[in-house]
């Protein structure tokens, strides 16, 4: 069942997460980042569409489905914890017609004053499918004394009979498995795992790095060759303060940061005098930004009239870092 594996990629997301709680580049207002693998048909795509709230919108097509969603996190502070509540809508939709939609669970970080920190998400996901199948999960919330945590349960719903056709169950940080059928339906002590499959796999990676970066994260930063010229000056790739912290020049970094951050005060001005984004617009039905298209045009014609540089910088091109 095609909801199965829709259920792997929205559990997957969190696997990386583990042991990356510093507090990522505030992205400037305008600012956008690509990825582009030709020889995978992928194509993805996003910008910072608002200042105040702060809203990242992506585009994403592969073969035979479009994907798009935009995030924005309502913060709380609980003194020694932070909680993170995801607002927003991630829709896949494939050729055939058939959609998805599902929103984020909750993300909390815990001991941010004192003790090893550490992240945790919960809460009940739901994915709404337009076709016959939709899925209910539920991230279990981590106590104190919990031996087993991570642990993620759910189901595959029929929409046409409201019967539970599958059962999931795993863990966000390590795999899901599924059974077929209802087991609740079985015979007392029917033992569910005994009939499991693996539906997904975290891949254990042994690199550690300083922000335990996944070697694709760390690749995502990488100025290749020839990609310079086909950027625009948005792209996230040519920030000068990620790049010199990225290449151990900390001082350098510093004052870029400091340089940005004023730039960035600016940005709630531009968008109170009306300023919009450049490759999305808000639709006026669900509120949800959508692409508007052009962007990979313009790349291919190396036209970026009218795009402004926003990190304000020179002429001065970022070099690629080798990671030790």
Same mark, same amino acid.
């Given at each position: 069942m095609r909801i199965l594996n829709i259920a792997a990629f929205a559990i997957s997301g969190y696997a990386s997460t583990e042991g990356r709680q510093c507090k990522p580049f505030n992205p400037l207002l305008g600012e956008t980042y690509?990825?582009? @693998?030709? $020889? =995978?048909?992928? !194509?993805?795509?996003?910008?910072?569409?608002? !200042? !105040?709230?702060?809203?990242?919108?992506?585009?994403?097509?592969?073969?035979?489905?479009?994907? +798009?969603? $935009?995030?924005?996190?309502?913060?709380?502070?609980?003194?020694?914890?932070?909680?993170?509540?995801?607002?927003?809508?991630?829709?896949?939709?494939?050729?055939?017609?058939? /959609?998805?939609?599902?929103? #984020?669970? /909750?993300?909390s970080i815990y001991n941010i004053i004192l003790g090893k920190i550490y992240c945790d998400h919960y809460g009940t996901m739901r994915i709404k499918g337009s076709g016959n199948y939709s899925c209910k999960l539920k991230f279990k919330e981590q106590s104190i004394i919990d031996r087993n945590p991570h642990q993620v349960h759910g189901f595959v719903q029929d929409n046409r009979t409201g019967e539970k056709v599958a059962m999931l169950v795993g863990k966000w $940080?390590?795999?899901? @498995?599924?059974?077929?059928?209802?087991? /609740?339906? =079985?015979?007392?002590? @029917?033992?569910?795992?005994?009939?499991?499959?693996l539906l997904w796999g975290r891949e254990k990676s042994v690199t550690k790095t300083r922000y335990n970066l996944t070697p694709f994260?760390?690749?995502?930063?990488?100025?290749?060759?020839?990609?310079?010229?086909?950027?625009?000056? /948005?792209?996230?790739?040519?920030?000068? $303060?990620?790049?010199?912290?990225?290449?151990?020049? @900390?001082?350098?970094?510093?004052?870029? #940061?400091?340089?940005?951050? !004023?730039?960035?005060?600016?940005?709630?001005?531009?968008?109170?005098?009306? +300023?919009?984004?450049?490759?999305?617009?808000?639709? =006026?039905?669900?509120g949800c930004y959508r692409y508007i298209g052009g962007y990979w045009e313009a790349r291919e014609r190396r036209n970026w009239d009218g795009i402004p540089n926003i990190f304000g910088q020179g002429s001065e091109s970022p070099t690629c870092s080798v990671e030790d």
């Amino acid at each position: 069942m095609r909801i199965l594996n829709i259920a792997a990629f929205a559990i997957s997301g969190y696997a990386s997460t583990e042991g990356r709680q510093c507090k990522p580049f505030n992205p400037l207002l305008g600012e956008t980042y690509e990825a582009d @693998y030709p $020889d =995978k048909g992928l !194509h993805f795509f996003s910008e910072k569409v608002s !200042h !105040h709230p702060m809203i990242v919108a992506c585009h994403c097509e592969g073969r035979g489905w479009k994907f +798009w969603a $935009d995030s924005n996190l309502k913060g709380k502070f609980w003194g020694r914890s932070i909680q993170l509540d995801p607002v927003g809508v991630l829709t896949l939709q494939f050729d055939d017609g058939e /959609t998805f939609q599902w929103s #984020k669970v /909750t993300t909390s970080i815990y001991n941010i004053i004192l003790g090893k920190i550490y992240c945790d998400h919960y809460g009940t996901m739901r994915i709404k499918g337009s076709g016959n199948y939709s899925c209910k999960l539920k991230f279990k919330e981590q106590s104190i004394i919990d031996r087993n945590p991570h642990q993620v349960h759910g189901f595959v719903q029929d929409n046409r009979t409201g019967e539970k056709v599958a059962m999931l169950v795993g863990k966000w $940080d390590e795999a899901m @498995y599924y059974v077929l059928g209802d087991p /609740t339906t =079985k015979p007392k002590g @029917y033992d569910p795992m005994s009939e499991a499959v693996l539906l997904w796999g975290r891949e254990k990676s042994v690199t550690k790095t300083r922000y335990n970066l996944t070697p694709f994260a760390i690749s995502l930063n990488e100025m290749m060759p020839g990609l310079l010229e086909k950027l625009p000056p /948005t792209d996230s790739r040519l920030r000068p $303060d990620q790049r010199h912290l990225e290449n151990g020049e @900390y001082e350098l970094a510093n004052a870029e #940061k400091l340089r940005l951050e !004023h730039l960035q005060r600016q940005a709630r001005k531009l968008q109170e005098r009306g +300023w919009q984004p450049r490759w999305f617009r808000k639709d =006026k039905e669900d509120g949800c930004y959508r692409y508007i298209g052009g962007y990979w045009e313009a790349r291919e014609r190396r036209n970026w009239d009218g795009i402004p540089n926003i990190f304000g910088q020179g002429s001065e091109s970022p070099t690629c870092s080798v990671e030790d």
